[in-house]
């Protein structure tokens, strides 16, 4: 039996999937062609993704193309539960996710995912995937995708090992998902989402941001473009300099969260955000996250640190030190993007959840050729999403010349 929330919350639920379904065109699209012919017939899907509205239109367009599917959360704090009862009550779709539900629930939610035999797994952040494979239920599974940075380097670092027991697509570095939903789609619901949860002014504050990857580089510009003065940690070289050349300010983070109002986390990596930090950090510096996991910003070490705690709004912790000054978490560390706002916005997932749809397709007609080993999707499938989004927007481009299509010149002559 499906377990959500609520299922009286269905009403609202349907009404913003259906908002969402006319900002995702491309992946609307592909629910109409493959809806007729069905090609998932049989195929069983188990997804461990957020439960978003983006996330309900690519689970109906799935079971629109044939497949059986089974939703669970990839974080406990993302779901939005009126999308999950609607996914339920309206479409007939096994959801298994609550927000806020407890670490047990949480991994008893992606067992029941696992416990129908999928032939194709799809993930976000690599929990789905490392519970198949740790608890024996890779048997029988044709291949797997993978939608995030922090998901694709847990899966190549088990394809390194040797432990990886089925292909999985490496959804996440198709250009049409990181160049996009990365960028501009983290970007943007970050911003939405600290402003949702503390209502600050952006202008003439100081803000870092700590990565420089497609994440960072998107949170950097979208707050930058506010009018705030964003500095960046990093501790790649290359991206540092980068970062320089793109204008921003680079330093140590024990430099930077001296004078930060804001500081946000987008690097996949633990222990960002320390004691250390916490010692020497500006009274009243307000902590997010937009990393996948929850271990960038170290919460034991400031709870250890803190003589008081509050909650002083939703999603605010105000943590109180021995000194006086008080340090802001939001969210709980968590992805405060889909914690405090809605995660992505619409048009961004269509980009993303096409990839995922066509992969899927991918999967099933190359399974039998497929090795375990983490693969990106063809650039045939990445450039016919972005043409078909094109499309979308009436917008039309070049076509090569007949010079560019057959190498007839010569340079220099």
Not at 96 to 117: D, M, N, P, T, W
Not at 253 to 282: L, Q, S
Request: charged share 25%; proline share 4%; glycine share 8%.
């Amino acid at each position: 039996m499906p377990h959500v929330k609520d299922r009286s919350l269905a009403p609202m639920g349907r009404k913003r999937i259906e908002w969402a379904t006319v900002r995702m065109p491309v992946l609307l699209g592909i629910r109409e062609e493959y809806g007729r012919s069905k090609p998932l017939e049989g195929v069983r899907i188990a997804a461990c993704l957020h439960v978003t509205t983006e996330t309900a239109n690519l689970v109906i367009t799935l079971k629109e193309m044939g497949a059986e599917v089974r939703l669970c959360a990839s974080n406990p704090l993302s779901t939005q539960d009126d999308v999950a009862a609607s996914l339920v009550e309206d479409y007939g779709i096994d959801v298994f996710a609550v927000r806020g539900e407890s670490e047990e629930e949480y991994y008893a939610h992606i067992r029941q995912c696992l416990a129908f035999k999928p032939h194709i797994t799809m993930d976000d952040g690599g929990d789905l995937t490392v519970v198949a494979h740790t608890e024996g239920h890779y048997e029988g599974i044709w291949g797997g995708t993978e939608e995030t940075t922090t998901g694709v380097k847990r899966l190549k670092e088990m394809e390194w090992k040797g432990v990886l027991k089925y292909p999985v697509i490496a959804v996440n570095d198709s250009k049409t998902k990181f160049l996009f939903d990365n960028r501009y789609g983290t970007g943007q619901s970050t911003v939405d989402g600290i402003l949702r949860a503390t209502n600050i002014l952006i202008a003439g504050r100081v803000v870092v941001v700590a990565g420089y990857g497609w994440v960072g580089r998107g949170i950097a510009m979208r707050f930058r473009g506010m009018g705030a003065r964003v500095i960046v940690t990093e501790i790649d070289p290359i991206k540092a300099l980068e970062a320089v050349h793109d204008g921003y300010e680079v330093m140590p983070m024990a430099e930077a969260i001296k004078v930060a109002n804001v500081v946000i986390t987008a690097t996949g990596e633990p222990d960002i955000v320390r004691g250390e930090h916490y010692e020497v950090a500006r009274d009243g510096v307000i902590l997010a996250n937009a990393g996948h996991f929850d271990v960038e910003i170290n919460k034991p070490a400031l709870e250890g640190m803190a003589v008081q705690k509050r909650e002083v709004r939703p999603n605010v912790v105000e943590y109180t030190l021995k000194d006086g000054r008080r340090i802001y978490l939001l969210c709980e560390g968590r992805l405060v993007n889909l914690c405090a706002a809605e995660g992505h916005p619409a048009e961004v997932m269509d980009l993303s959840f096409s990839n995922q749809a066509l992969a899927t397709l991918y999967i099933k007609e190359n399974r039998t050729r497929l090795k375990p080993a983490v693969y990106t999707l063809p650039e045939a499938i990445d450039e016919a999403v972005a043409e078909r989004k094109l499309q979308s927007m009436g917008i039309r481009i070049d076509e090569p010349s007949e010079a560019q299509l057959h190498r007839t010149w010569v340079q220099g002559t």
